[in-house]
């Protein structure tokens, strides 16, 4: 095993010079004050909104590497929700408020989670503050959160990709992406969809890969990122499939993300809510 | 003690002479005392009596004045017993016959001529039956209220008085009235204003707290919308329904922190009050550190100014807003009780109705 990877690593070297015109996808961001007592607070709640949205935006594309995330991007397929509520039903006037998360997904259910605790029942009846006041609050809650949660959780289900080159020896697939453009570290897993033809029918087979390095002489993506199938359910259809040239990539998730913060230093804004990705 | 005339005729017997410039009465008249005239003295006396009572019932009775007119009579009398003792006819018993006796003695006897008596007593019926007085007290000791007293039957400012610690009693005199009464209107601040009867001769005396009764206060307390509202700069206002017709009673805006609000004049708040707010928090499901929060909160409600006086089965709405959107509400139906303890419940703005009243 080790010896293939070395093989693959060691290939790497001729293709890193050439370029990949791939970018992971980009998920609209936007944030909503659903609570009324934050609702009403402001007259211009919209613009309030989109700057928490950027705020959001900003601290995803710093944490998280192999998406891209826009602002209030009506046309992307894919849209994050940071709404600010309480625990649905809740309907005490001492109920903790946080930011539910919620992907929407094209032609398939919401998934949604509880991630940022944001005021607690003990601070249920504190003012709300001045814009200026959330937002600083909102900062520094997200510099105390980590995106771990996130990224494991609702943003597994957004597809980084919708190709990948599958490689028989070893059993795996090349990302479209170098590993620096996901911020993205060996022993993440991967999940991707394969479409498998079989005898009367095309089936869609889930395999999980864990990323292991980089694949330098892969067509069309050199220098992609490279994950190694693990946990392969018998009998094997992946191989014969790979090997009769029939296995066809459809989409690549990340399913456990470990973050290269060096990898993405440059990339990613260095202070919540300033620079550019 | 012998008086001898200077013209030589016997002296007149009677103690009561003729003032000058009425017909001096024959000398056989003279000796006889006359009835009819000592009658009419004694109704001048008895009239005058009558009016001195009626003046001190409606000007009130002070020790200090009794003293004046103590020291007055016992100078007076002391000095006709020193002249007594001294034999004095010259010197200070002619002083007291000159300037006490004789114009008291001629007062008198021109009172007791009928005409002057018939038109002292009608005078005296007369302001009697048309002149009176409201004299008011309280029962709150070191009370301090703005007290006015206006007719109901004539245009016109209202007289005004303010009772305080060291005038605690105030008297509106003279009041106009009739011999069958006129009705006034008596306002005090922190009361309800009421309806009196002015009479003649007993005039009227009234006490605060009994007599009119105090004007309800009404303690709003929000609830953690409201609060959380009223601190990031919400409006709180009142208004009164009557009638189906509403008024504007307060509309305080921006106070920056929050509070409760007490409409009239402050009430103490019990230990059994505060054991119930914090069991309705602790229904609400209130952490303790918010429960604490409330109840120090609503023990120090702030006082707001009002035109005019709640009163009973006055029907109150108030409400909290912020940027004109309802935050908090509570409607309040004055009852007879002195104290009215609201709370102001958060309100979903879908689920808004118009007051109930």
């Not at chain 1, 087979?205 to 490279?226: D, H, L, Q, Y």
Request: charged letters at 20%.
């Amino acid at each position: 095993m080790l010896t293939r990877v070395v093989a693959v690593a060691g290939i790497l070297v001729a293709g890193a010079g050439r370029t990949m015109a791939q970018v992971p996808s980009t998920v609209s961001v936007r944030a909503e004050l659903a609570t009324p007592k934050f609702r009403d607070r402001f007259t211009n709640r919209p613009a309030v909104e989109t700057k928490i949205a950027t705020l959001f935006a900003d601290y995803l594309t710093r944490e998280i590497g192999f998406l891209r995330f826009a602002v209030n991007d009506t046309t992307r397929p894919y849209r994050l929700s940071f709404v600010l509520d309480h625990e649905p039903g809740n309907t005490t006037a001492f109920a903790e408020v946080g930011f539910w998360v919620r992907l929407d997904r094209p032609g398939e259910n919401q998934v949604s989670a509880y991630w940022l605790p944001f005021r607690t029942a003990d601070q249920s009846i504190a003012g709300v503050g001045s814009e200026t006041d959330l937002l600083t609050e909102v900062k520094t809650k997200l510099a105390h959160q980590a995106a771990d949660s996130l990224s494991s959780g609702v943003l597994r289900w957004v597809p980084i990709a919708e190709t990948g080159v599958p490689s028989l020896d070893p059993l795996g697939v090349v990302l479209p992406f170098r590993l620096i453009d996901l911020c993205m570290k060996n022993e993440s897993i991967i999940q991707f969809i394969a479409e498998i033809p079989r005898t009367a029918v095309t089936m869609e087979e889930p395999f999980k890969a864990r990323i292991v390095g980089s694949a330098a002489a892969t067509e069309p993506f050199f220098g992609g990122a490279f994950g190694q199938v693990i946990e392969l359910a018998q009998p094997d259809v992946l191989s014969p499939s790979i090997n009769a040239k029939t296995a066809r990539v459809k989409q690549i998730f990340v399913t456990n993300y470990r973050h290269d913060v060096t990898a993405c230093e440059n990339r990613a804004p260095r202070a919540i809510g300033g620079g550019a990705p | 003690m012998s008086v001898q005339s200077t013209t030589g005729d016997t002296p007149a017997a009677t103690p009561l002479e003729v003032p000058a410039g009425q017909r001096q009465p024959d000398a056989g008249a003279a000796t006889a005392p006359d009835p009819a005239q000592a009658r009419r003295v004694v109704a001048v006396l008895a009239v005058l009596s009558l009016g001195a009572l009626w003046l001190q019932h409606h000007l009130g009775f002070d020790f200090k004045d009794l003293g004046i007119v103590a020291l007055t009579g016992a100078v007076w009398g002391g000095i006709g017993q020193l002249a007594n003792l001294f034999d004095e006819q010259s010197g200070i018993g002619k002083l007291a016959e000159n300037i006490f006796k004789a114009p008291l003695r001629a007062g008198l006897l021109f009172l007791a001529q009928p005409i002057a008596l018939y038109c002292l007593a009608g005078l005296l019926a007369l302001m009697m039956t048309t002149l009176s007085s409201v004299t008011i007290r309280s029962d709150v000791p070191g009370e301090h209220a703005t007290i006015s007293l206006a007719t109901l039957d004539e245009p016109g400012s209202p007289e005004t008085q303010t009772m305080r610690a060291d005038q605690p009693v105030v008297h509106f005199r003279p009041v106009l009235t009739s011999p069958f009464g006129r009705l006034y209107q008596l306002d005090a601040e922190g009361y309800v204003p009421a309806q009196l009867t002015v009479f003649p001769f007993v005039g009227r005396q009234v006490l605060l707290g009994r007599d009119l009764v105090p004007s309800p206060s009404v303690l709003f307390r929000p609830f953690a919308e409201g609060i959380a509202a009223l601190e990031d700069g919400a409006v709180f206002s009142v208004k009164r329904v009557r009638g189906g017709k509403e008024e504007q009673l307060i509309a305080e805006s921006d106070s920056g922190s929050a509070s409760a609000f007490l409409l009239g004049r402050p009430k103490p708040i019990s230990d059994a009050m505060m054991m119930f707010w914090n069991l309705e928090a602790t229904a609400s499901q209130a952490p303790d550190a918010i429960k604490a929060r409330l109840v120090m909160l609503w023990r120090s409600p702030h006082q707001l100014p009002m035109q005019g006086e709640l009163a009973p089965h006055d029907c109150l709405v108030a409400e909290i807003r912020l940027h004109d959107k309802l935050k908090a509400r509570a409607v309040a139906l004055l009852g007879d009780e002195s104290f009215a303890d609201v709370l102001m419940q958060d309100v979903d703005t879908a689920r808004v109705k118009g007051p109930s009243c």
